[in-house]
């Protein structure tokens, strides 16, 4: 028996929890924010894809016609339940029940783009030649230097509803693309098998 795309957005939800308290409780000193980052750019990709991927393939083994739109919805709606429910978990978490974590996470935030800026630095002054142009890129970095002192970035937030919005939008355009790619290439499977089935 296949389990419905509600239930199984329910255990992604469950996962994806598991892992942001895994992290939080384990890894939230000096790397965490750099952790989250890997954790939400490799890991959880990894899970919701494979649950996505089981979802449609139960479904297409029980079935034997299987039109684009059931795969497609097949794929996407464990992922929009798990994400939309970890989304407004995570925000309310970070903002309500922990805001020292927060302040952590905005704090390493700025440091890593701090870092990243002065790395980019150090690296186009090696390769720029001509003093006119060192000189340019000199003026640039000093511009870009008060954006990061203690006054600009007091309050500085990455975590509000807007961003998470932001994190949101740019999460459902994968659950799209891998249901869309789901989607074609279990309908064709399906045609395909059929039309060999009829020759």
Do not use: C
Request: charged share 20%; net charge positive.
């Amino acid at each position: 028996m296949t389990k419905s795309p509600s239930t199984l957005g329910i255990i992604l939800f469950i996962a994806t929890m598991i892992i942001f308290f895994v992290v939080y409780t384990f890894f939230s000193g000096i790397n965490y924010f750099d952790i989250s980052l890997k954790a939400n750019a490799f890991v959880l990709p990894l899970i919701y894809a494979g649950a996505a991927f089981w979802s449609v393939k139960t479904f297409w083994n029980n079935h034997k016609e299987v039109s684009f739109k059931q795969a497609f919805k097949r794929s996407f709606v464990p992922m929009f339940i798990g994400g939309i429910l970890s989304i407004f978990s995570i925000y309310a978490f970070l903002n309500f029940a922990d805001t020292d974590a927060k302040k952590l996470l905005n704090y390493q935030y700025v440091t890593r783009q701090k870092a990243e800026m002065d790395k980019e630095y150090v690296s186009a002054r090696k390769i720029l030649k001509h003093q006119k142009d060192i000189d340019e890129l000199d003026k640039k970095y000093r511009e870009r230097l008060p954006s990061f002192s203690p006054e600009a970035v007091k309050g500085k937030d990455m975590l509000t509803a807007s961003h998470f919005s932001g994190y949101f939008a740019a999460i459902l355009i994968f659950y799209v693309i891998l249901s869309v790619f789901f989607g074609a290439f279990f309908r064709t499977k399906t045609m395909y098998q059929e039309t060999e089935n009829q020759e």
